[in-house]
């Protein structure tokens, strides 16, 4: 098995979105912001080579809305899906599952491109099984008010409509593709959103968990540093604190999906509660 790390594109948020109640005064320091008061994220996917499968999960924003949807999010740098994969030796039509931590746009949007003469959408990944979860798609098909703009239906549907979606089952114990080849444990948390996917894979003696939105960049460890995006905090709080504990003890690595400057970390228990240990490169520990 290989893991890569496949940048899709860096952008920005609004900092004080970002950290919720925590004053800028305190987050400013991890995560500095521009004049706009915006802070740098990054969308980065993890790719999993095992047999013949090829598993990605996430995909990023993708290139298919409007300059003025874009606009919002102030893109940079020049990192693509496209040119991620090809820099690994991949292409969109290799891959085999698509495992989508949950259904936001930013999680999502690169599952799905125009077509040829732009009449329509089409899964990017003609070959793929997309995998969610039934609790989270009937959530995010049917959105509440407060989410209803991160769930684009044009990231959706097109997924259905292709026969290319699975729903991964869960049971009382543990939570796996258990359709794949590759099986690695899944924990499902609900601050964030309903039914949000962590997954936990087993590589070179080491685990690794991909943190999607339970731990957005370094700057989040610190309990109280929720995202304001997050449905509900107080359970966000609980679901963090209980992973973090078992992280630090464990000796988890942890792959920052959105944290544009930090690739991995590890934690540490500390006097003042959990706290970064070390921030490390893919290329450092996995070679």
Not at 91 to 119: A, E, P, Y
Not at 127 to 138: G, P, Q, R, S, V
Not at 159 to 166: A, F, I, T, Y
Not at 259 to 276: M, P, S
Request: charged share 25%; net charge negative; with cysteine.
């Amino acid at each position: 098995m290989k893991l890569y790390p496949i940048e899709t594109g860096n952008f920005k948020l609004d900092g004080g979105a970002m950290f919720g109640v925590v004053p800028k005064t305190l987050w400013n320091k991890t995560n500095p912001a521009d004049n706009d008061n915006r802070i740098d994220l990054a969308a980065r996917s993890l790719l999993i080579e095992h047999n013949n499968q090829l598993i990605l999960i996430d995909t990023g924003m993708g290139n298919k809305q409007s300059d003025k949807f874009f606009g919002y999010y102030s893109m940079w740098g020049d990192h693509t899906l496209d040119k991620s994969l090809q820099k690994h030796g991949f292409h969109k039509d290799d891959i085999t599952d698509v495992f989508m931590t949950h259904l936001h746009f930013d999680h999502c949007g690169g599952s799905i491109q125009w077509n040829k003469d732009r009449t329509g959408y089409e899964p990017a990944f003609k070959n793929a099984k997309f995998w969610t979860n039934a609790a989270h798609w009937e959530w995010a098909t049917k959105p509440n008010n407060r989410e209803k703009a991160s769930f684009l239906k044009e990231n959706l549907l097109p997924m259905e409509e292709s026969g290319q979606l699975n729903f991964i089952q869960r049971n009382s114990d543990s939570s796996f593709l258990e359709n794949c080849e590759l099986g690695f444990d899944i924990l499902f948390v609900d601050g964030h959103t309903d039914k949000q996917m962590i997954p936990h894979i087993k590589y070179q003696g080491k685990t690794l968990v991909f943190m999607a939105d339970l731990l957005p960049t370094v700057g989040h460890i610190p309990l109280p540093y929720v995202m304001g995006y997050d449905t509900r905090p107080l359970l966000t709080l609980a679901e963090k604190e209980l992973f973090l504990n078992n992280a630090a003890k464990n000796e988890y690595l942890l792959f920052l999906e959105h944290d544009a400057h930090n690739e991995l970390c590890t934690l540490e228990e500390t006097e003042k509660g959990i706290r970064l240990k070390n921030i490390h490169t893919f290329e450092s520990i996995f070679g």
